[in-house]
């Protein structure tokens, strides 16, 4: 079992920034994605990094505006998240998966979300 707590959500201004934190228990190194979900909207995937930090992958209206990055020496994956738009606003969820993908269900874990709301 691996636990995924998500941290600093909060609300900010349109073009403004947010680094989330998704800090994993345990000793085992899984990629780790983030998700987002808006109200009345399905779950969509954010971006995905590889166990050993060296691959990446980004929903192409993120690229250049989100960063995903990743510190094993204290189990913890971030999301860097620049030039925010109010269409950005929705709850932030981390996962963590023994293999690799982009879709929910390639994903075994998930955190509790943390609320990013960006105002115009």
């Known amino acids: 079992q691996v636990a995924l707590v998500e941290s600093g959500g909060g609300l900010v201004q349109a073009g403004g920034s947010l680094r989330l934190s998704c800090a994993a228990s345990?000793?085992?190194?899984?990629?780790m994605a983030w998700f987002r979900q808006a109200p009345g909207k399905e779950r969509e995937f954010v971006a995905v990094i590889s166990s050993g930090g060296s691959t990446t992958s980004y929903t192409e209206s993120m690229k250049g505006r989100f960063t995903i990055s990743r510190d094993n020496a204290k189990n913890t994956v971030y999301l860097q998240m620049n030039s925010l738009k109010p269409e950005d606003t929705a709850v932030y969820y981390c996962?963590?998966?023994?293999?690799?993908?982009?879709?929910?269900?390639?994903?075994?874990?998930w955190g509790q979300g943390t609320q990013v709301t960006v105002s115009s």
């Open positions: 996962a963590a998966s023994a293999g690799w993908g982009r879709n929910r269900r390639d994903y075994d874990y």
């Open positions: 345990g000793r085992r190194t899984y990629a």
